[in-house]
Nanobody
Framework: QVQLTESGGGLVQAGGSLSLSCAASGRTFTSIVMGWFRQAPGKEREFVAA????????YYTDSVKGRFTISRDNAKNTVNLQMNSLKPEDTAVYYCAAGRRFVLAANEYDYWGQGIQVTVSS
């Protein structure tokens, strides 16, 4: 079992920045791949970013490349998502997820946080 708790969401104006953090517990952190997903109202949950177990590999969906950065601190069992140059279309509930494979598909992730709201105003 892995427990995930997100923090750091909120309301920001377009062009601004937010940093999300996810704290993990319950399993050796370096044994799990971490990802961020988001779900906007009326839309399906979509992949945002993923980071490999040791943080050596990252992957982003095209719409956030160059604006978002995923990182992890294996000493603190946390994964972060730094979001810069935010756009109104980034508005969504953001979810932290843990899995066994470095993949994009949500159904490959076994554990999920409760989600945190990010709202970008125009």
């Amino acid at each position: 079992q892995v427990q995930l708790t997100e923090s750091g969401g909120g309301l920001v104006q377009a062009g601004g920045s937010l940093s999300l953090s996810c704290a993990a517990s319950g399993r050796t952190f370096t044994s799990i791949v971490m990802g961020w997903f988001r779900q906007a109202p009326g839309k399906e949950r979509e992949f945002v970013a993923a980071i490999s177990r040791l943080g050596t590999n990252t992957y982003y969906t095209d719409s956030v490349k160059g604006r978002f950065t995923i990182s992890r601190d294996n000493a603190k069992n946390t994964v972060n998502l730094q979001m810069n140059s935010l756009k109104p279309e980034d508005t969504a509930v953001y979810y932290c997820a843990a899995g066994r494979r470095f993949v994009l598909a949500a159904n490959e992730y076994d554990y999920w946080g409760q989600g945190i709201q990010v709202t970008v105003s125009s």
